[in-house]
């Protein structure tokens, strides 16, 4: 019992030393990615057509990635904001998620968005897209790995919906998971899907997903490969505000 309490304690201690060296390192990062967006602004101004259509991609790539560090203020402290729901377009996050990892040019990976055009989903779209964008890119990540070069590297996201839940899956050809990695999936530091990482990835996924009251999991199937199922309810709407509506 005391080997254990004190291997207990240590841990603690190691965890409160990382998030203040994650918090010194999210203070450096958010001024350093601040001074980017600030260069890309003048980038946006030039009149040459590749800028003009990739400035504003890496602007809104910045921006996101500014407004996470400066929700993180030290990792045990480091929580998800409420959702900003709204009605968002899930093709196109899709479509931005895939070019934000470079899939449409990927030179061995075949990406397949097989969204429905305007299908829409009740979510934050910032959450949903780095949601989004962590399980894609496990999954390129895991195919990367992959040397044969007959060994088919696919990636597609699908959805559908069921009544008020949407339900995606992201579903690839890779190795899939092992049953070592299974048994702490979506917990941070335990869960990594492969060798060297973290988990981090999952556990924030699944973190976003909890907060707009759905559920992740990875299904078990018989096809090679990985396949995570996200379900998204819709927001519940107030009796007396839905009764309001249906009088107006």
């Given at each position: 019992?005391?080997?254990?309490?004190?291997?207990?304690?240590?841990?603690?201690?190691?965890?409160a030393d990382?998030?203040?060296?994650v918090?010194k390192v999210?203070?450096?990062?958010?001024?350093?990615?601040a001074s980017?967006q600030l260069?890309s602004d003048?980038?946006?101004?030039?009149?040459d057509?590749?800028?003009q259509?990739?400035?504003?991609k890496?602007i809104?790539?910045?921006?996101?990635?500014?407004?996470?560090c400066?929700?993180?203020?030290?990792?045990?402290r480091?929580?998800e904001?409420e959702?900003?729901?709204?009605?968002?377009?899930?093709a196109r996050?899709c479509?931005?998620v895939a070019d934000?990892l470079g899939?449409?040019?990927?030179?061995t990976i075949?990406?397949d968005?097989r969204i429905?055009?305007n299908f829409e989903?009740?979510a934050d779209?910032?959450q949903?897209?780095?949601?989004?964008?962590?399980l894609?890119r496990n999954?390129v990540q895991?195919?990367?790995g992959?040397?044969d070069?007959?060994v088919?590297?696919?990636?597609?996201?699908?959805?559908?919906?069921e009544?008020?839940?949407?339900v995606i899956?992201?579903?690839?050809?890779?190795?899939g998971?092992s049953?070592?990695?299974?048994q702490?999936?979506?917990?941070a530091?335990?869960?990594?899907?492969?060798?060297?990482g973290?988990g981090?990835?999952l556990?924030?996924?699944?973190?976003?997903?909890?907060?707009?009251?759905g559920a992740?999991a990875?299904?078990?199937?018989?096809?090679?490969?990985?396949?995570?199922e996200?379900s998204?309810?819709?927001?519940p709407?107030?009796?007396d505000l839905a009764?309001?509506?249906?009088?107006?």
């Amino acid at each position: 019992m005391q080997s254990h309490l004190t291997e207990s304690l240590a841990q603690k201690r190691h965890l409160a030393d990382l998030g203040l060296a994650v918090s010194k390192v999210n203070h450096d990062l958010r001024n350093l990615l601040a001074s980017a967006q600030l260069f890309s602004d003048r980038i946006a101004a030039l009149p040459d057509p590749a800028v003009q259509r990739f400035a504003p991609k890496l602007i809104a790539t910045l921006g996101r990635a500014i407004d996470y560090c400066q929700t993180t203020l030290t990792y045990g402290r480091a929580r998800e904001r409420e959702p900003q729901r709204r009605l968002v377009d899930l093709a196109r996050i899709c479509h931005e998620v895939a070019d934000v990892l470079g899939l449409e040019q990927h030179a061995t990976i075949v990406f397949d968005n097989r969204i429905e055009a305007n299908f829409e989903v009740d979510a934050d779209p910032d959450q949903l897209f780095r949601a989004l964008l962590n399980l894609c890119r496990n999954a390129v990540q895991a195919m990367d790995g992959e040397g044969d070069p007959a060994v088919v590297r696919r990636l597609f996201i699908e959805a559908r919906r069921e009544g008020s839940v949407v339900v995606i899956r992201v579903c690839d050809t890779g190795p899939g998971v092992s049953a070592k990695a299974r048994q702490h999936l979506f917990q941070a530091f335990q869960g990594g899907v492969r060798p060297g990482g973290a988990g981090l990835g999952l556990a924030i996924t699944a973190e976003i997903v909890r907060a707009h009251g759905g559920a992740i999991a990875l299904l078990d199937q018989s096809a090679p490969g990985a396949v995570f199922e996200i379900s998204l309810p819709d927001r519940p709407i107030a009796f007396d505000l839905a009764a309001r509506a249906r009088v107006g």
